[in-house]
């Protein structure tokens, strides 16, 4: 039903009118934003702007530990992250961002929640563990080489991680909850530290690496090779001297003057090789090997005839002796015609081995082997490494 125009008006003046422009105003546009706003506070809350802790790394540690909170909503501002370990206030270090912040345990926490408020909204992330440090008591030896086995004495030693000896990691053998027992690196005096992952401890005092045996210089008599070594044990009981490798016998300790001596160990076999490592060992504890060439010996020399032709003749000359080693690199055989001068006769190696080299000599037929001129000799010699052997006569 169509109301009459001058119905209209008349209403527009009458007081329900203005009542209701009034309500809408003032009651109704009012509420409508105040729903609104809570309504946009409310998807704000439950969108991207809420803060959450999704982890903390490391999720142990001790008093001082440093931790880092993963998670969103988290403000750039680091004194806006207001962060609690079990209800104790922690420090929030520079810089922050929105997705990680980076605290350090505090003074008084212990085992809890972390938790994080930034303005009014709050959230609770994981437990923190709360762990009573690894604490060192005691170092047997305090000294040593390396390769010694030492014990490190304590408690919570079942945390430690890794050993270092002056930054070098040593293996670790036993590892108990009091001790562990560890073998000293190759390394040099200083501290050792003992890692737990969250924190590290240093032992006390430093671990001092004793000097290794020393072979400082050695000489070839008749009955042996005299050592002169410092920083043994000089006493024959507790020494050991091998040539590559195999246990050589000692024959006696002299000139002893505190950690020094002469070390008599018995010559080295015929065929070893040439040069030879030798190896002193005191206390168990080896030296660095020596690398020692001992003189080659020439006991015979002999020849054999190849081929003689009308004025020529190929000769086989065989040296025998010792210490001439395995390899003809480097090496020579030597055979030497002796008239009124001196003079070497050009060779050929035929074949090498530590007692015996065969090496092959042609010669003009009027100056032959065996020949009765008092003043026309052949000598047969070795250089070994650069040293030179005995000359022998054919």
């Known amino acids: 039903m169509k109301l009459p125009r001058h119905y209209l008006k008349g209403w527009a003046r009458s007081e329900s009118f203005r009542f209701f422009i009034w309500f809408i105003l003032f009651i109704i546009i009012p509420l409508a934003v105040i729903l609104f706003s809570c309504a946009q506070e409310n998807i704000l809350n439950n969108g991207s702007n809420t803060i959450t802790i999704d982890s903390i790394s490391p999720s142990q540690g001790t008093i001082g530990t440093q931790v880092r909170l993963y998670g969103k909503g988290f403000s750039n501002d680091p004194e806006k992250n207001q962060v609690t370990v079990n209800g104790v206030t922690a420090d929030v ?13 505090p003074a008084g926490a212990k085992t809890g929640n972390v938790n994080l408020k930034i303005d009014k909204q709050e959230t609770v992330g994981p437990m923190f563990v709360l762990m009573e440090p690894p604490v060192f008591k005691d170092i047997n030896p305090y000294s040593g080489y390396a390769g010694t086995l030492v014990r490190l004495y304590g ?17 670790i053998n036993i590892q108990e909850d009091e001790f562990i027992e560890v073998i000293a690196p190759e390394s040099t005096t200083g501290p050792i530290f003992l890692d737990y ?7 006390t ?12 210089s050695v000489f070839n008599n008749e009955k042996g090779l005299e050592l002169a070594a410092s920083y043994i044990n000089p006493v024959q009981s507790a020494l050991r001297v091998y040539y590559d490798g195999t246990q050589a016998d000692i024959l006696n300790v002299s000139n002893i003057i505190g950690q020094s001596a002469i070390v008599l160990p018995e010559l080295p076999p015929a065929d070893i090789n040439n040069p030879f490592e030798i190896v002193l060992v005191s206390n168990e504890i080896k030296s660095l090997p020596f690398q020692y060439t001992i003189r080659p010996e020439v006991d015979q020399v002999t020849y054999n005839v190849v081929t003689t032709g009308q004025t020529t003749i190929t000769y086989d000359i065989s040296i025998y002796g010792k210490y001439f080693g395995n390899s003809k690199e480097g090496n020579k055989a030597t055979v030497t015609f002796v008239t009124r001068l001196s003079s070497e006769v050009p060779g050929t190696i035929q074949s090498w081995s530590p007692t015996k080299v065969v090496t092959r000599i042609t010669v003009d037929a009027y100056w032959s082997i065996g020949g009765q001129d008092v003043y026309r000799d052949y000598y047969g010699s070795i250089t070994v490494n650069g040293i030179e052997s005995n000359t022998v006569k054919m």
Not at 94 to 100: D, E
Not at 205 to 216: E, G, S
């Open 155 to 171: 408690t919570g030693f079942d945390q430690i991680k890794s050993i270092s000896f002056n930054s070098v990691k040593a293996t």
């Open 205 to 216: 005092p430093d671990f001092t690496y004793l000097p290794l045996p020393l072979i400082r």
């Open 197 to 203: 992952g969250y924190g590290q401890l240093q032992a």
């Open 93 to 105: 270090l520079s810089p922050a961002s929105l997705s990680a912040l980076l605290i350090t345990i």
